[in-house]
């Protein structure tokens, strides 16, 4: 499943998708090994589900998920208070007090918690056409050629840069 913002995204004709700045970040789900798929025990209420708070990309992402298989929020064991970030979450499944969440991978490979991939998600950067010519955007760019930004992706898992700093869209 792939999860673009940018297909959400209408633009004035001045405005351009710059680049695609796929850092595809693998959004991911962190159970600790389970034998029964992770969605059936969280939805019976078996397994302790870390949340984010309300507003947070994960959480959001969490609720779209569960409004999809005719379920909400409330039909999880929810760990209480909902965690702040995602190395927070991570941190509460690595502690024991969840058995899984929603987090990035990065998030979870720091405390070596598992992961089970749910999506990639493509982040997309819009500006003003005279923007992309101002020295900073050319900087910004030449950093996305160069190498130090497909090293550090490395670094830090689940990203994919390969098409960061193409443009997509202009008008």
Request: proline fraction near 8%; charged fraction near 20%; hydrophobic fraction near 45%.
């Amino acid at each position: 499943m792939r999860f673009n913002a940018a297909k959400l995204l209408f633009c004035q004709p001045e405005m351009v998708p710059i680049h695609h700045v796929s850092l595809s970040e693998s959004v991911n789900h962190k159970p600790q090994a389970m034998p029964t798929p992770l969605w059936v025990r969280a939805l019976r209420g078996n397994a302790r589900m870390a949340v984010r708070q309300k507003g947070a990309g994960a959480q959001m992402l969490l609720e779209m998920l569960l409004a999809r298989a005719g379920a909400s929020p409330a039909h999880l064991n929810r760990l209480e208070p909902p965690c702040l970030t995602g190395p927070d979450l991570a941190a509460a499944i690595r502690a024991g007090r969840a058995d899984c969440g929603i987090a990035t991978r990065s998030a979870a490979r720091a405390p070596g918690i598992d992961f089970v991939p749910l999506l990639w998600e493509e982040f997309d950067l819009v500006m003003r056409q005279r923007i992309y010519f101002q020295p900073s955007m050319q900087a910004l760019l030449g950093f996305f050629a160069r190498g130090d930004m497909a090293i550090r992706a490395a670094e830090l898992s689940g990203y994919d840069v390969t098409p960061a700093g193409t443009i997509r869209f202009s008008s």
